[in-house]
């Protein structure tokens, strides 16, 4: 089964997916289409102020409120929960409290301190109104800059601001730099933005008191972490905790892991014996979920005459905020392992750190360590500016081309012989008409039109085979009348997998698409979930393996049955034949009613039923690569920069479905060209943060997001039919090749953007400081 | 609690009766009492346009009125756009065929938008039906495979009258 890399009867089509009968016609469930009897609803009061001591807190009076059924302070839910740890995180280092509810004092702008629990959200929220809270200011921690040396600290508790500090220096680097043609430096620098999945975070959480079961329905991408933290928080067993998986309005990394929100609700269902229902609304989303992309990352490189690439030294700043989603993370050496990227480079040494503010809480989104990528692509931009190369040669004479492959990089991490950085950056050049474009540029700048075009290459790491990242579970019955329901480990949120496993599935067993179907959820076996890029390789591997197993036994049993040699016997679409001899057939519901209500007619010792159970373990890791290019105009009169194309060259392997390919990779284009142009999470040096509503957080809508074209490479994995991961890739390249391009346009006027994002004024500033 | 007003108008078809507070917001209402749980609630505040019903043929969001306001109208949520169980509408369909949808949230408010776009503009450019939708946020798609849909739906939609 290993290594079959062709496309099947199904994978490597546009399926048109299963899911979407029932989304397009608004019977899809999600979290707050859910409704239990005697639900309540909850409601969190959420710190006005960054950073503030708790002088005073009376709920007297929200309580006494007609359909007010609680009113929990930190004191009242905090001691029934002593981690917030998950399942990544490891128990041993130093994290924030465990604190669901600020207790005695707040460390940001939407801590919650006090939570209400009514008949309806609207008494909810009227209560909110009545809980008497005092507070004494304090001076809030919120430049990150500053943060590791500031005399306030963010958690007390902690002694420091400093999260974590990594540093791996290494001496061939200096004797590099010592002796190279050319040094060049530059701090670049990302912005606070956020995941902002259309559907906000939720979770309705029904205790049985007597059975000690709590039945959970929640907006996750991970329902295996929800059981196993869940189970934790409450101090139940996993077998108790019983997770629902409905459908899921997006994530992009928000709902990997449980938020103290979460938990709060657990507990609190728990202690009331209550259904209880909390839907967050968009001002929390945004501004208390989580943030990212907070971070910075000095760059110098050596460079020798010819422009190769001899050097790198790195130092990474990250903002954590108060209480990161998913405990404290050190991205930033991911990011820094991963800066030499699809080029060979030389030796790298490297720091990183992450700090704590009061502000919202760093979490994962979509490529959490894309820093490697920003820094380093707009960093080969600027010293083909300084060496005065062209960018696409600079790159050309750097990039890993096949023979280098395999390949050790500096950092430590080796890429396999299946990347193709080489291959899809030349067809994105071809895509976009490279050399015609730099004509065409500098013909409009003679009229005074201002064009752009930036790119950006990289190899993602995807289905990292790793901890509890490393596997996936698939368990596959075909029913009596030859269908077959599988149930798995993944939390498919806009990813498309109950159509692309039915896909793989179907190919592997023989049957056809739209006799699958998945499960996800309570009843399937562990596994990490949806995010990461890994559900094609790695779930991918388990479904294969589960229906390749089943598949076996209906050969067996069908030339039984057949009096055929299995070896003569074909399944698809749910039939068995005899090859060359297709009148010689019987259908997969024959075969498996035999299995399991005529028994006896299975071949001697063979067991009854038509099931298997398989768990693919991925290889440490699988890389997808990609290059995008894009071209961008910019108007010096307003600063506005509008895209005018945007080409992808992307090789995830073997494509499951083309059609869900693309759909990943615009999705993930729009979200960086929104990061770098408009999306904002911006805070007042008081902390407080100024964009809480679509306003003034600016998503970006069809009207910013230009046509999207895709080319794909397709260098089969050596994992299970060839596949690699895709997810994430379109928003780890979007940000450094918009970024680029709007560097490019701006060159003539002599501007060196580092920072972002470049909103017009941003862009007219850049060019006003660069004629001064 | 505040005073109850008897609520009642069409829905989809049907009549749905219900009682709500001046300040229940049509939203609510057509997802609580109506059970329409199509109708998605994104932001609350008027933007995203996940909450889009029609009103009297009109695409509204239903987060920003209040039931009240809505009380005799004459509502179709995603839920009534399909003619029968066997066939989709075919904004419904071209949402599907091109993959103009992921994590399907922000669909039901596209589905409705698109549809009353299409109802003024039959035959609209690519520049227009940008603009046209617009009006509306998804964080999945890119756009890409919305904008061919409604491509598609308007080319079927003139062809079938
Ligand atoms: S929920 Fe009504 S516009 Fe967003
Ligand atoms: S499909 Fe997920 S927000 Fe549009």
């Not at chain 1, 005092?134 to 809030?140: K, M, Q, V, Y």
Request: hydrophobic share 40%.
């Amino acid at each position: 089964m290993a290594g079959t890399a062709a496309a099947g009867r199904y994978v490597g089509q546009s399926v048109k997916r299963l899911e979407d009968p029932r989304l397009v016609t608004g019977h899809g469930r999600y979290v707050d289409d859910i409704a239990l009897p005697g639900m309540l609803h909850a409601a969190f009061g959420r710190s006005d102020l960054a950073r503030a001591a708790i002088t005073q807190l009376d709920t007297t009076a929200a309580e006494a409120l007609e359909g007010v059924r609680a009113v929990f302070t930190g004191a009242d839910l905090n001691p029934h929960n002593d981690s917030l740890r998950a399942s990544l995180y490891p128990p041993t280092s130093p994290a924030p409290p465990a604190n669901m509810l600020a207790d005695g004092d707040v460390r940001f702008v939407g801590d919650p301190y006090v939570m209400v629990v009514a008949e309806s959200r609207y008494i909810a929220e009227d209560a909110l109104d009545l809980v008497e809270a005092e507070f004494e200011p304090l001076d809030p921690v919120v430049d990150y800059e500053t943060a590791a040396d500031s005399e306030h600290h963010v958690h007390p508790e902690l002694g420091g601001n400093l999260a974590h500090d990594v540093a791996v220096p290494n001496p061939t680097q200096q004797e590099a730099f010592e002796n190279a043609a050319h040094i060049i430096t530059e701090t670049w620098h990302q912005h606070r933005q956020t995941n902002v999945p259309m559907e906000t975070r939720g979770i309705v959480a029904s205790w049985q008191p007597h059975a000690g079961v709590m039945e959970v329905w929640a907006s996750s991408q991970s329902p295996h972490e929800m059981q196993l933290v869940g189970a934790r928080v409450l101090g139940i067993g996993e077998h108790k905790m019983v997770v629902h998986f409905g459908d899921v309005g997006g994530g992009f990394g928000q709902k990997m892991f449980l938020g103290r929100e979460d938990m709060a609700v657990l507990v609190a269902a728990k202690l009331l014996a209550s259904p209880l229902k909390w839907i967050e609304d968009r001002r929390e989303n945004l501004m208390a979920s989580n943030h990212a992309r907070i971070e910075q990352m000095a760059v110098s490189m050596a460079v020798d005459g010819d422009g190769c690439f001899l050097a790198a030294d790195l130092d990474q700043l990250e903002d954590d905020g108060a209480y990161p989603l998913g405990g404290p993370a050190t991205p930033g050496a991911m990011a820094a392992m991963l800066f030499p990227g699809p080029y060979r480079m030389g030796p790298v040494s490297w720091r990183a750190r992450t700090v704590y503010t009061n502000t919202c809480g760093r979490g994962a989104y979509r490529g959490p360590w894309q820093m490697e990528s920003v820094a380093r692509e707009q960093m080969i931009d600027r010293v083909a500016r300084e060496v005065g190369m062209d960018p696409l040669e600079l790159r050309r004479r750097n990039v890993l081309r096949p023979g280098d492959l395999p390949y050790e990089a500096p950092t430590g991490l080796s890429f396999e012989t299946t990347i193709s950085p080489e291959q899809t950056l030349e067809q994105a050049a071809e895509m976009i008409g490279y050399d015609e474009f730099r004509a065409e540029q500098a013909e409009a700048r003679e009229q005074g039109r201002y064009l752009g075009l930036g790119m950006a290459l990289y190899i993602e790491p995807t289905s990292m085979g790793m901890g509890p990242l490393g596997t996936e579970s698939a368990m596959l019955r075909v029913e009596v009348d030859g269908s077959v329901n599988v149930f798995m480990g993944t939390g498919s949120h806009g990813q498309s997998l109950e159509t692309t496993m039915a896909q793989l599935v179907a190919d592997e067993l023989g049957v056809r698409p739209e006799d699958v179907t998945l499960h996800q959820g309570h009843g399937s076996g562990y596994g990490f979930g949806t995010g990461g890029s890994r559900s094609a390789v790695i779930a991918g591997g388990a479904a294969r393996a589960a229906a390749s197993g089943v598949r076996d036994k209906v050969v067996a049993i069908a030339a039984h049955l057949m009096e055929a040699s299995a070896d003569d016997l074909e399944v698809a679409d749910g039939v068995i034949s005899v090859r060359g001899t297709p009148a010689a057939s019987m259908t997969m519901a024959q075969v498996a009613a035999t299995a399991y209500q005529n028994s006896d007619a299975l071949p001697a010792g063979m067991d009854a039923g038509l099931e298997h159970t398989a768990r693919y373990k991925a290889p440490p890791s699988t890389h997808s690569n990609a290059c995008h290019m894009c071209v961008c105009e910019l108007d010096p009169g307003t600063g506005k920069v509008s895209l005018l194309r945007y080409v992808v060259s992307e090789d995830c392997g073997v494509l499951i479905n083309p059609m869900v390919v693309d759909g990943q990779i615009a999705g993930g284009v729009a979200q960086g060209i929104g990061g770098v142009l408009y999306e904002h999470c911006v805070y007042d040096e008081s902390g407080n943060p100024l964009a809480s509503t679509f306003l003034d957080y600016l998503v970006p809508t069809a009207a910013e997001v230009p046509e999207l074209e895709t080319g794909h490479v397709v260098v089969p994995s050596d994992t299970p039919g060839g596949h690699k991961g895709t997810g994430e890739g379109g928003a780890i390249g979007a940000p450094p090749a918009v970024f680029n391009a709007v560097a490019d346009a701006l060159a003539p006027f002599g501007a060196y953007p580092n920072r972002q994002p470049l909103d017009p004024d941003t862009v007219l500033g850049l060019i006003a400081s660069a004629s001064d | 609690m505040a005073d109850q007003k008897s609520l009642s108008m069409t829905v989809n078809g049907r009549t749905r009766r219900g009682r709500g507070e001046p300040r229940l917001t049509l939203a609510d209402f057509l997802r609580e009492q109506a059970l329409c749980t199509g109708v998605h609630v994104g932001c609350e505040h008027g933007v995203c346009g996940s909450c889009t019903v029609l009103m009297d043929g009109e695409a509204v969001r239903s987060c920003l009125l209040f039931a009240v306001q809505a009380d005799g109208a004459d509502i179709t949520t995603v839920e009534g756009l399909a003619p029968d169980p066997e066939t989709l509408h075919p904004v419904q369909e071209a949402f599907r065929d091109c993959h103009g949808l992921q994590c399907g949230f922000c669909t039901p408010g596209f589905i409705l938008s698109v549809a009353a776009f299409l109802e003024a503009n039959p035959d609209p450019t690519d520049d227009e039906i940008r603009h046209g939708i617009a009006g509306n946020l998804c964080r999945c798609t890119g756009y890409q495979g919305i904008v061919a849909a409604t491509r598609q739906a308007a080319a079927a939609m003139r062809a079938g009258e």
